[in-house]
């Protein structure tokens, strides 16, 4: 499909029209249905214990939401937290500036080896270099553009142009470097492309669908949407996303991101290390990481998630304000990861009551009371 032939352009759009029809408007008729968790195969004992321990270990959580197949089982927040506030993702943000470069391109917009110059005629150097000519798309999504550092984005100069006179040292595609600036340049060609900023781009094509009311997005003085950071969303818009990338695209029954689009974003593209003890060394995709345990996630700084995890059925999303996100990863997988069976187990209510209050009278602590 992302080469664009048009037999499949056609059956993309055509499904998309087709699907819009058919999707409400309303927010609450598109939440998340819940349901017990011993009901879906997973220990409410194991859910607390995993509660209890992120709140003794984790500086600080904010909210945490499990779903698993497809039902939300376990949901708090810390007061003053609460489900109908928005978040602030910081780096989150880029998964879903990845899904509409990955819409884009199905709509026959662009493609992944344009090269980045293409979008930007006017605020290209004078006589870019041979590497800054062989930048591609894919290489932004990758976080391997070719930089060795980050370029420094100002008010008083355009951001794209900023970008495009930052030396590139590197062959595209050779050398990881986390590269925040790289996708705003993404969020920058998707609106040249479309013709409208990242955000209200995805309105009608993944907001509006997952019932996803009001997400804020700020933009450069250019007016492009930041890409990179500054998305705010609740909780359960988290979720829905990542359950969203569980099936592979697919909602109530609508492909709302193609299937291939989700393979290509949630693989590991690109190699940044060899830690088999990291979660941030094995592997990138297009603006998704690779986890431990088969998982995939996208993740923003102080500690916000959204794990998918293919091989349990499940998505874990957290906000947080942590000060370590690798410690914050290893209680899901020490104490989450081991609650959740293969099968469905028996009522439990005794536990299910006991996690409930547990979640009910959660509550931000400073550090001292930790």
């Given at each position: 499909m992302f080469n664009h032939p048009f037999a499949s352009r056609l059956w993309y759009l055509a499904g998309a029209l087709v699907g819009a029809a058919a999707i409400p408007n309303q927010a609450a008729d598109l939440a998340l249905p819940r349901s017990s968790p011993e009901a879906q195969g997973v220990s409410s004992a194991g859910i607390r214990q995993y509660i209890e321990a992120a709140d003794r270990q984790v500086t600080t959580m904010h909210s945490f939401m499990l779903v698993r197949h497809g039902y939300v089982i376990a949901e708090g927040w810390w007061k003053p937290e609460a489900p109908g506030k928005p978040h602030v993702l910081h780096s989150l943000s880029k998964s879903f500036t990845s899904t509409?470069?990955?819409?884009?391109?199905?709509?026959?917009?662009?493609s992944l080896d344009d090269p980045v110059l293409k979008f930007f005629p006017?605020?290209?150097?004078?006589?870019?270099?041979d590497k800054l000519?062989?930048?591609?798309?894919?290489?932004?999504?990758?976080?391997?553009?070719?930089?060795?550092?980050?370029?420094?984005?100002?008010?008083?100069?355009?951001?794209?142009?900023?970008?495009?006179?930052?030396?590139?040292?590197?062959?595209?595609?050779?050398?990881?470097?986390y590269n925040t600036p790289g996708s705003y340049m993404l969020s920058a060609?998707?609106?040249?492309?479309?013709?409208?900023?990242?955000?209200?781009?995805?309105?009608?094509?993944?907001?509006?669908?997952?019932g996803i009311e009001n997400p804020e997005w700020g933009t450069s003085p250019q007016g492009v949407s930041f890409g990179g950071f500054g998305l705010k969303l609740r909780t359960e818009d988290i979720a829905k996303f990542g359950q969203?990338?569980?099936?592979?695209?697919?909602?109530?029954?609508?492909?709302?991101?193609?299937?291939?689009?989700v393979e290509k974003a949630t693989a590991r593209q690109v190699s940044n290390g060899s830690d088999p003890t990291k979660d941030w060394d094995q592997g990138y995709g297009f603006q998704f990481w690779r986890c431990r345990h088969g998982a995939f996630r996208g993740d923003g700084a102080n500690g916000q998630f959204c794990v998918i995890?293919?091989?349990?059925?499940?998505?874990?999303?957290?906000?947080?304000?942590?000060r370590d996100m690798q410690a914050e990863l290893n209680v899901v997988w020490d104490k989450l990861l081991p609650a959740i069976q293969n099968l469905p187990l028996a009522a439990n209510p005794g536990e299910e009551a006991r996690l409930k209050e547990t979640l009910a009278n959660l509550a931000i602590r400073t550090a001292a009371a930790k």
């Open positions: 509409a470069v990955g819409l884009a391109i199905a709509e026959g917009k662009l006017e605020e290209a150097p004078e006589a870019p270099s000519k062989a930048m591609r798309v894919r290489d932004l999504l990758t976080m391997s553009c070719g930089h060795e550092t980050e370029a420094k984005f100002t008010d008083s100069t355009s951001w794209a142009k900023t970008f495009l006179a930052h030396p590139v040292q590197h062959k595209p595609g050779t050398l990881f470097l060609i998707v609106q040249k492309a479309a013709g409208q900023t990242v955000l209200d781009y995805l309105r009608p094509r993944l907001f509006e669908p997952l969203l990338y569980l099936r592979k695209g697919q909602w109530l029954g609508r492909q709302l991101v193609p299937a291939d689009w995890l293919p091989e349990q059925d499940a998505v874990v999303a957290i906000t947080a304000d942590a």
